[in-house]
């Protein structure tokens, strides 16, 4: 593709090229502008391409606004989607404690929906005011979509309205209240595929002929990332926003000061890492698909992303997974303490974090190493001759399927602790189920194994999603055999919700300090690989900040975007909790 050249022109009308400010404040930040170089201060109908956001940079503006508004909508993309499921079990169980639950999950929303559209607001204008000419180049291909965008937000602002404000009005009519929370989440989700064919269309685009112009917008909006980003963005929007509802609940729980409080808000926080967990097992997969498909739409970006410029990122990556799994699998255990009967599991407990360690070693193992001529000469080049076998990608999904497999080991030993099958059939199955976990590590290992002795392609295509495959079978099989044979168990005790440990909240809250970090790190790599790209192949990047970042400096961005998350978040949790000090006042 040839380089888009020639610059978007817009008239705009003459009277607002000298906007009167009817402020102080606005007064001081139009002088603090226009006294930045690149700020035009003529005629309007000669945008630049660029101009210098002051202090810290057009690119950091943008990127602060653009992740911060992605991670508030995660959250009330991903919210709402189990609010709706919590409310519905409520209905049909007939306990009012899920009702309560997932209306205390929506109120979270309301403020977190307000800052969203705000952060949101901030971005278009940071995108107008100083990258005129991309923002120019989007909209004449994605024009048509914005007012779709619209109508969709329109279509969840009223959803959202009507499920918070009609949930005591419809007590007696659930299945109406339900509707407008399958509303909300409908609308929420079309709203994310309709954003997410604009930025996918900068790392893939299609649509558009040799010189930009389009062709199809069709095209241009199912290109080649779109629908894989799609689905790997759904779930990591339920993964944060479980982890970040069980964050809130463990911070209520340290906070709280009655035991009915506690065990409300131990729940809680079950359910939240819970959720957290469901999609975060299957959410690797659903990434390996979305890098396997930048790596077929352009080789480049591929080898950049997994090999060359972000290697290194990557193994952070695998660190801060590593984290998540080995809290998850904390919490779990530390959950059986509450439980009675739950103390002959025990012994199983460090096999399964030997495994996990293990497997967490192997998966952040470099393939090159940082060495000094001596080193690498005393090896014989940049790879170990041992430990160089795990940095390569069968031995890392050997790892992160047998991570899955071992957590949701830990999952089924919690689920059965306090119950006893009443089965006369209940040893033979347990023995099979035994053998398709051995089965199954048997199989993935061996398929990793295989993939040291065949071509890329055939790992690729063959090997990898013959591990994965495995898995989620074993996840199906395994949980259809275990509800059925615990679903009339007899119970050998009873969960006593608030009896865990503080060490347990505070993991909850590492955890959702993880996830921010992650994606945060993931949103870097993505855009990243585009390089010097607005749109790649078609609109090249000449602004001053026309180069990639260093790992450490983007490092300390996105560290400073989630303690600025962190502390917004904060802010909601404590507007949440003054209804329920107020409520309990009167």
């Not at 709280?256 to 808000?265: F, P």
Request: proline residues 4%; aromatic residues 16%; glycine residues 8%.
């Amino acid at each position: 593709m040839t380089q888009q050249t020639t610059p978007f022109h817009r008239k705009v009308p003459e009277g607002l090229s000298s906007p009167l400010m009817p402020t102080a404040i606005a007064f001081g930040l139009t002088l603090l502008f226009t006294s930045t170089p690149g700020w035009s201060q003529g005629a309007l109908d000669d945008i630049p391409e660029y101009r210098e956001f002051p202090v810290v940079g057009s690119r950091v503006a943008v990127w602060v606004a653009a992740q911060l508004h992605l991670m508030f909508a995660a959250f009330i993309l991903g919210v709402p989607l189990f609010a709706v499921i919590i409310e519905f079990v409520g209905v049909r169980s007939g306990d009012p404690r899920y009702d309560r639950m997932a209306k205390e999950f929506i109120k979270l929303c309301l403020v977190a929906f307000s800052t969203t559209a705000m952060f949101g607001a901030v971005l278009v204008f940071l995108m107008i005011g100083f990258y005129p000419r991309f923002y120019g180049y989007m909209s004449n291909i994605f024009a048509p979509t914005y007012v779709l965008y619209a109508a969709l937000f329109f279509g969840e602002t009223f959803s959202l309205y009507l499920y918070w404000y009609t949930w005591d009005r419809l007590m007696k009519k659930k299945w109406l209240h339900l509707t407008f929370g399958v509303l909300l989440n409908v609308f929420g989700t079309a709203i994310m595929f309709v954003a997410n064919s604009w930025l996918t269309f900068m790392t893939s685009p299609s649509g558009i002929d040799e010189q930009g112009a389009l062709i199809s917008l069709g095209d241009a909006v199912y290109n080649y990332t779109w629908m894989p980003i799609n689905i790997h963005r759904f779930i990591a929007n339920i993964a944060f926003g479980g982890a970040v509802v069980a964050a809130y609940a463990a911070v209520r729980f340290l906070t709280a000061t009655s035991e009915s409080d506690k065990a409300h808000y131990d729940w809680m926080g079950y359910t939240g890492n819970f959720i957290a967990v469901s999609a975060l097992i299957p959410l690797p997969f659903a990434g390996y698909w979305l890098a396997k498909e930048i790596y077929e739409f352009n080789q480049t970006m591929g080898i950049n992303m997994m090999g060359s410029l972000f290697s290194w990122l990557f193994i952070i990556q695998a660190a801060m997974i590593g984290v998540l799994f080995l809290g998850v699998n904390f919490y779990l255990w530390s959950g059986m303490g509450r439980i009675k009967g739950a103390e002959k599991y025990s012994r199983f407990r460090p096999f399964v974090f030997a495994v996990l360690i293990a497997c967490i070693a192997v998966w952040a193992t470099p393939r090159t190493l940082i060495l000094s001529p001596v080193e690498k000469a005393a090896i014989g080049g940049e790879h170990h001759p041992i430990v160089g076998a795990f940095g390569v990608m069968s031995a890392k999904n050997t790892a992160v399927n047998l991570i899955i497999l071992t957590t949701f080991l830990t999952f089924l030993f919690y689920r059965r602790s306090g119950k006893t099958p009443t089965v006369n059939w209940a040893k033979p199955v347990n023995v099979v189920v035994t053998g398709i976990f051995a089965a199954a590590a048997v199989a993935v290992i061996a398929l990793g194994v295989m993939g040291y002795y065949v071509p890329s392609l055939q790992r690729v295509n063959l090997l990898t999603p013959g591990q994965v495959g495995v898995v989620l079978a074993v996840l199906f099989v395994v949980t259809v055999i275990d509800v059925v044979l615990y679903r009339k168990a007899a119970s050998t005790g009873e969960v006593q919700w608030g009896k865990m440990t503080d060490r347990s909240q505070y993991i909850l809250i590492l955890l959702a300090v993880t996830f921010c970090s992650m994606m945060g790190l993931m949103g870097y790599v993505r855009s990243g690989i585009r390089e010097d790209w607005h749109v790649y192949g078609v609109m090249r990047d000449t602004s001053p900040d026309a180069f990639t970042p260093a790992l450490g400096v983007a490092s300390n961005i996105i560290a400073a975007i989630v303690i600025i998350f962190g502390a917004l978040i904060c802010f909601i949790f404590w507007l949440g909790s003054m209804g329920d000090k107020k409520g309990a006042a009167d």
